[in-house]
């Protein structure tokens, strides 16, 4: 094998030098006819094509060339004589690196369904379908820092394993050493966690905001970009029980300056994926425009992939708040005809994902931001409104997902904030210190999360959240 260094298809079809010589490696899609070779390396969607002239080459050599195998080819580049490329190499030199038997390979070249390949974890990213998605997500974990950079926030890691139970009881992952099956007990009989690694009980987070809370008091606008987890025994195709959430905390920010943000974020993400990501994205976009004409006709998508982008990007949202969203919902033909499961009644009840579809979806056409939740379904750490009622949350709303940002202001007041962890029954020795942001210097001050997954799941039009990560991990399931 010669010493010709490796060049990546990206860089051969994004400016190709007819007549170079060339040295790709990759792994092979199919070969056909014992002539045609389609190479992919990861780089782009596209395939290369290299063309053998069977003649000049051992046919234990060429046996050896089955989809999934690894090889390496050195060839000229010269225009293609066929359809469906610009360019082909005319190989010279061959070579297997790593040999895949066509008999147990798993990927066959031809259409599998998404089931089979979540089983298939491992080797599903050599799918076009999973290298656009994984290409996708890097380019849109580039484009969170890009923004927030721009507008000179500055990231901050806060702790995958917290102390704080203020925030998800009952929904968390304990972090313990202890012998699960001989615990140290205490003198009452419970486990006793102060002989555990941390001295106390210690769970894997749920979110970084309170953590976060106490860098936006100092460095003004911040953001957190981390892995959270959830034992929520929830199996939807919106949740995982590990997930990654993007969540700004920006001091002096009211709720709608954080409403402000929250749009202009998202917006964006979608522009810069439009722009960025084009072949990927116009992959996906058939592919979805494929599933749709497999569907009935009233779960059809009303518009493809790239036009949802298009009008993410250049739409304004709909902004109303839950009560005005209640009198909507009350009033509305699937809840007068008994066709939600759960029926809207009275002011202060939780809206599901049917409601929240049905708002964006139906009603409204549009991603919507609903405001001013009442108390009792929100956060103790909620800025109070004057009414007594409500909080300053807020919860954006888009097609096919429902829920993609919750975010609030916070409330900075400390007798307010007190008197509500207090009503809760939170343990103040479990935050003192987030209590103890409200006596030093403190300030109005706003966030909120963006789940990561949720968007990954709407910039790329999968319907089920475990085929936007890697490795999903949701109840019964964490293989790999
Ligand atoms: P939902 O009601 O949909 O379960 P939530 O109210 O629990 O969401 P928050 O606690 O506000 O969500 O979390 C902020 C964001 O994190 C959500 O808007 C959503 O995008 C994302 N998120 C929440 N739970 C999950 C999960 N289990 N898997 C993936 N993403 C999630
Ligand atoms: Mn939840």
Request: with cysteine; proline share 4%; charged share 30%.
């Amino acid at each position: 094998m010669g010493t010709l260094k490796r060049t990546k298809i990206s860089d051969i079809l994004s400016q190709p030098v007819i007549g170079e010589q060339v040295n790709i490696k990759g792994w092979v899609r199919t070969f056909r006819s014992n002539r045609f070779i389609a190479i992919n390396d990861g780089s782009t969607i596209n395939n290369l094509q290299a063309v053998v002239d069977f003649e000049n080459f051992d046919e234990a050599l060429l046996r050896r060339i089955n989809t999934g195998a690894c090889v390496s080819v050195i060839g000229k580049l010269v225009e293609s004589q066929g359809k469906g490329q610009q360019v082909e190499v005319v190989v010279d030199e061959l070579d297997v690196i790593g040999d895949a038997d066509a008999e147990k390979y798993p990927l066959q070249p031809k259409k599998h369904s998404l089931e089979f390949l979540r089983e298939k974890a491992h080797l599903r990213v050599r799918t076009s379908t999973f290298g656009a998605i994984y290409r996708i997500r890097h380019a849109m974990i580039f484009a969170v820092h890009k923004f927030f950079t721009e507008k000179g926030f500055y990231n901050v890691h806060t702790p995958i394993i917290t102390g704080s139970d203020a925030e998800g009881a009952g929904e968390m992952f304990r972090v313990t050493t202890l012998d699960p099956t001989n615990p140290p007990k205490t003198e009452e009989g419970e486990v006793n966690y102060k002989e555990d690694f941390f001295g106390k009980e210690t769970n894997l987070t749920v979110s970084g905001q309170l953590e976060v809370e106490t860098a936006a008091l100092a460095l003004g606008e911040v953001y957190t970009f981390g892995p959270t987890f959830r034992a929520e025994n929830s199996n939807t195709s919106r949740h995982l029980a590990e997930f990654w959430m993007i969540e700004p905390e920006m001091a002096f920010y009211n709720i709608n300056d954080n409403m402000d943000l929250a749009e202009e974020f998202v917006k964006y993400l979608a522009k810069y994926a439009l722009e960025n990501c084009k072949e990927d994205l116009d992959f996906l976009n058939k592919r979805g425009i494929d599933e749709d004409k497999q569907k009935p006709q009233n779960e059809r998508n009303e518009l493809s992939l790239l036009e949802r982008l298009e009008f993410v990007a250049n739409n304004e949202f709909v902004r109303i708040t839950y009560t005005e969203a209640i009198d909507i919902l009350k009033n509305s033909k699937p809840n007068k005809k008994k066709k939600f499961q759960y029926l809207i009644e009275d002011w202060g009840a939780d809206l599901q994902s049917e409601h929240e579809r049905f708002l964006v979806e139906k009603h409204f056409k549009k991603p919507v931001i609903l405001y001013n939740y009442p108390k009792n379904i929100k956060a103790f750490y909620m800025r109070a409104n004057d009414d007594d009622k409500t909080v300053a949350a807020m919860d954006v709303l888009f097609p096919g997902i429902g829920e993609i940002i919750g975010g609030s202001q916070r409330e900075e007041r400390y007798d307010v904030l007190k008197a509500r962890v207090d009503e809760m029954g939170i343990p103040e020795e479990d935050l003192w210190w987030y209590l103890e942001l409200r006596k030093y210097g403190s300030a109005p001050h706003s966030g909120f999360g963006l789940g990561f997954e949720r968007w990954m799941q709407f910039v790329t039009g999968m319907t089920n959240i475990r085929d936007v990560i890697p490795f999903p991990r949701t109840p019964d399931n964490a293989e790999f």
